[in-house]
């Protein structure tokens, strides 16, 4: 089946320790996403990539960082500058233009 | 300034009636996208719906319809014949060429549907 896989469901991360969530699509989008959302809060968009090998940062970088070297794959490390990184993460994918972006089943990380 | 307006934090409805949840938006932008997600307890999130800046008609997909007038920048969604499964919390997103094709999503209303 088609879809966006992310892992792990669930992560925990140790203080000063950068922990890496795994994002995959088979959907030949060209675009990815990745979102961080906080509880009963909206989406905020933390790095995209519109095409392989190039990305640019959304509106909460900091403490993030990310690589597209293949187009199906876009991982995103939560390095230990990101001081309060409990959340849920997302990623998306979409074709160019106005289609809609499809989602993975999130991430939640969690500190120890 | 605040792209997407969702000012209901939570919306009770019951069984079987039809539920509105409000949008409102911000742009300058003459092409644009308005999308609807729907997210369960579980998390992800699903699509529901999509209205273009230039689309005349309203959009519709089953049970959900969209309530889009431009001059007034309101995207509003309603779901017709409410069933439990769609206790959810649902987002108004925006996309804007201007934005680099990037959403803008709203707070997000809860809806709580009751047998």
């Known amino acids: 089946d088609g879809g966006i896989t992310q892992s792990p469901k669930y992560l925990f991360r140790k203080e000063g320790q950068n922990v890496t969530l795994s994002c995959e699509q088979n959907l030949n989008h060209d675009a990815m996403y990745w979102y961080r959302q906080d509880p009963g809060q909206g989406l905020r968009l933390i790095y995209y990539s519109q095409i392989v090998n190039d990305f640019q940062k959304g509106d909460i970088a900091e403490g993030y960082s990310v690589s597209r070297e293949k187009k199906e794959s876009f991982p995103l490390t939560v390095t230990s500058a990101q001081k309060n990184p409990t959340a849920f993460y997302l990623c998306?994918?979409?074709?160019?233009?106005?289609?809609?972006?499809?989602f993975g089943d999130g991430t939640r990380l969690s500190i120890l | 300034a605040q792209k997407i307006t969702q000012t209901q934090p939570g919306m009770f409805v019951q069984e079987k009636e039809a539920v509105t949840l409000d949008c409102t938006y911000d742009?300058?932008?003459?092409?644009?996208?308005l999308f609807w997600y729907k997210q369960p307890s579980s998390g992800e999130m699903i699509f529901l719906i999509y209205?273009?800046?230039?689309?005349?008609q309203n959009a519709t997909e089953g049970r959900y319809s969209l309530n889009f007038q431009k001059a007034r920048k309101s995207a509003n969604l309603v779901i017709s014949a409410s069933q439990l499964g769609d206790s959810a919390m649902y987002f108004c997103?925006?996309?804007?060429?201007?934005?680099?094709?990037?959403?803008?999503f709203g707070a997000g209303t809860t809806v709580t549907v009751r047998a």
């Open positions: 742009t300058s932008d003459q092409s644009y996208g």
């Open positions: 209205q273009g800046s230039y689309d005349e």
């Open positions: 998306a994918s979409a074709h160019r233009g106005n289609q809609p972006q499809h």
């Open positions: 997103a925006m996309r804007e060429i201007v934005n680099d094709y990037k959403l803008s």
